[in-house]
């Protein structure tokens, strides 16, 4: 079943609250790992920010996990503070570097996971642990098989991968193509299952294709913005690449040109990655 709006909202709210999060905690790991060799550090103030950091993490953790310790997601929080030995056993406490990395790890996890719910009505819109949403009790193994070519699917699953290294990695031009790439090759996909026969017959393709081109061509010949824009009127996708800033919609024409790139601004790469999860979650309604 859908989610309703009041229940996306709240997706939406914690979204934008775990990329906060991810972003101090991206400064917090610089500062640490830059400082590594100095004997004198961390100092108080770091270990503070550090501490309000886990702390601020740890809440919203409990939100997303409907205050169950034994969730997925509560128990990697957990984890993320132990160091093993060799037979697995927790001996200490992991080293504060260590600890801000896996945490990153852990809301990476929640951002992937909430990005692609569908939370049924009536269902919790805040925790990801709800009988509504079975799937969510681990994180999803597989995003893309809802995508009818079977060999494309573990192409855009090491793709996704690669984008969302590429984000932490502060690659925000390499993050936001590769998005777009996936974006473009799942849209295609779903129009080349449905049929250019079928699209034509639909009336949505007249008025949706650049000068010059006609319904005879192939569907992977159209432009990147008419093949969403297709696909919003057949309603296969919903009107979530309204959100697409500009950079994203030319990101097929800088490639090709070779030339000088503009440059993109981290809002902009997330903004990207945002618009692909409601895109696969509109291509993928029984997620």
């Not at 229940?7 to 990329?19: G, I, K, N, P, W």
């Not at 103030?45 to 809440?59: F, H, L, S």
């Not at 996909?189 to 009336?203: N, V, Y």
Request: with cysteine; charged share 25%.
């Amino acid at each position: 079943m859908p989610m309703d709006e009041s229940l996306r909202a709240q997706v939406e709210t914690y979204l934008s609250h775990l990329d906060g999060l991810m972003r101090r905690g991206r400064e917090l790991r610089d500062t640490l790992e830059a400082n590594a060799s100095d004997p004198a550090f961390p100092d108080p103030k770091t270990i503070a920010a550090t501490r309000v950091w886990q702390e601020d993490c740890g809440v919203t953790i409990n939100q997303l996990s409907g205050g169950s310790k034994a969730h997925w997601l509560a128990r990697s929080f957990s984890e993320a503070f132990l160091l093993r030995s060799a037979t697995g056993q927790a001996v200490e406490g992991a080293p504060p570097t260590e600890i801000v990395k896996r945490l990153l790890g852990v809301l990476e996890q929640a951002v992937a996971t909430l990005s692609t719910m569908d939370v049924g009505k009536g269902g919790n819109g805040a925790a990801i642990s709800g009988s509504s949403s079975p799937s969510l009790e681990a994180p999803p193994p597989h995003r893309f098989d809802f995508v009818h070519n079977p060999e494309l699917r573990p192409v855009v699953e090491q793709a996704y991968i690669d984008s969302r290294r590429a984000l932490e990695e502060g690659s925000y031009d390499q993050a936001l193509r590769t998005s777009c790439g996936i974006l473009e090759a799942i849209v295609t996909d779903a129009l080349e299952h449905r049929g250019l026969s079928a699209l034509a017959a639909s009336g949505v393709l007249p008025g949706e294709l650049p000068e010059g081109k006609t319904a005879k061509e192939k569907i992977a010949d159209w432009s990147f913005d008419t093949r969403l824009a297709v696909a919003e009127k057949l309603g296969l996708i919903r009107n979530g690449c309204a959100r697409l800033p500009p950079v994203a919609r030319k990101y097929r024409d800088e490639a090709d040109a070779g030339g000088a790139k503009t440059k993109v601004s981290e809002r902009e790469a997330r903004v990207a990655g945002q618009v692909l999860h409601v895109v696969m979650r509109d291509l993928d309604p029984g997620r």
